[in-house]
Every structure is written in C-alpha cells, then in structure tokens.
C-alpha cells in the first residue's frame, strides 16, 4: 500500500468513527435525556442546599470525574460562583495510602464515608459498570444517604444493582468503552449547563 492510499485508508476509518459516535449520540438522547435531567435536578438541589458533588470513576473515567469537579469548581461557559464539587481520584496520596493498606477496592468507599454527608451527591463513573471500587463507593453512599448520579455502558452491570430508588442511572446503551466514555463526556458537559440554568437561568 502506497503512501497515498494509507492516508486515504486512515482518513475513511477516522470518518467511520465521526459516524458511529455521532449516531450513537443521536440515537442515545432519546433514552438519556430523562435520566440526564433527574441527574441535574438532583445535583442542583444539594447544591442550593449547600451540599456538595463527589465524583469518581477509574483510568478515563477518573480524567472525567476530575473534568466535571474542575467545570464546577471553576467555571463551565458563564461567570458565576465556585459550585462545590470534588473529584475522589485526583488526590494520589489519598488513593495510594488506601490501596496499599487496604487495598483498591476501598479507594473511592473510605473517601466517601470521610468527605460524604446526607445530602451531597455521588457521581460515580464506570463505563462496564461493575468496577470494584466505584460499586463500593455507591454502597456506602447509599449508608450515608447520599443520592448517586450513575454513567455506565454495557446495560450497567453490578453498578446498577447497587444502586436505589432515588438513584438516577445515566446508561449509555452501547458495548464499546470508547463510545461509552464519548457520550459520559456529552452526559457531563449536559449536567454543567443544565446545573448552571437552574442555579442561575437559562443562557440565552
């Protein structure tokens, strides 16, 4: 194969990505809409009640819990005030005395418990939904009477049996991480904006 016709070869497999995820999130709205929408309730209301969003996931979904708390805590798309948020996998002194006493199961469980109170909201982020640590992090928000905001793919897996009636699951119906954490993206930037328009209006 020439040069030419490998770049040409890419470049139709590049387009064949643009194609599946733009179809993916089209077909996807229609189911993710709703729950997308209890999700910004939910955090909105603990929020204006002074309470706070924890978020974690692991590998991606660690980068899009701390892009989520870093959209809160700074700013999304207008000025407006610091919104409490906090991303459990950016802090690496925390997740490594954890796992090395205790082991990685308990990384995201025993901030929680620590930094969780009754109120506050868990972003929990998996995209096969049955990662350990992220399954025991909803359990014990669950204890502490916490709502959890859950994003998964793969029809949710053991995350969505752990979680309860006034949890709200964020499923993206697809099998593929890659898709999966391209529509968790779309998921989180819909919560910001839809967090700032109840907090303080819609944006023209």
Do not use: W
Request: glycine share 10%; hydrophobic share 50%; net charge neutral.
């Amino acid at each position: 194969m020439g040069h030419a016709d490998q770049s040409a070869a890419l470049a139709e497999r590049v387009a064949a990505h643009f194609a599946d995820s733009a179809q993916l999130k089209l077909a996807a709205a229609q189911v993710l809409a709703g729950p997308i929408a209890r999700a910004v309730e939910a955090m909105s209301a603990a929020l204006r009640a002074g309470g706070k969003i924890l978020a974690c996931g692991n590998g991606g979904s660690a980068a899009d819990a701390q892009h989520f708390a870093a959209e809160l805590v700074n700013r999304f798309e207008r000025e407006r005030p610091p919104l409490a948020a906090v991303s459990l996998a950016a802090d690496s002194s925390n997740l490594t005395s954890i796992a090395n006493d205790y082991g990685y199961d308990q990384v995201f469980e025993k901030q929680v418990r620590a930094l969780g109170r009754k109120g506050d909201v868990l972003l929990a982020i998996s995209t096969s939904g049955n990662s350990p640590s992220v399954v025991r992090a909803i359990g014990a928000a669950r204890e502490l009477g916490l709502v959890t905001v859950a994003l998964s793919g793969r029809g949710g897996g053991k995350m969505a049996a752990a979680l309860a009636a006034g949890d709200v699951h964020v499923c993206v119906p697809h099998e593929r991480t890659m898709r999966i954490q391209e529509v968790h993206l779309l998921a989180l930037h819909c919560m910001c904006d839809g967090i700032d328009s109840l907090l303080f209006g819609a944006k023209p």
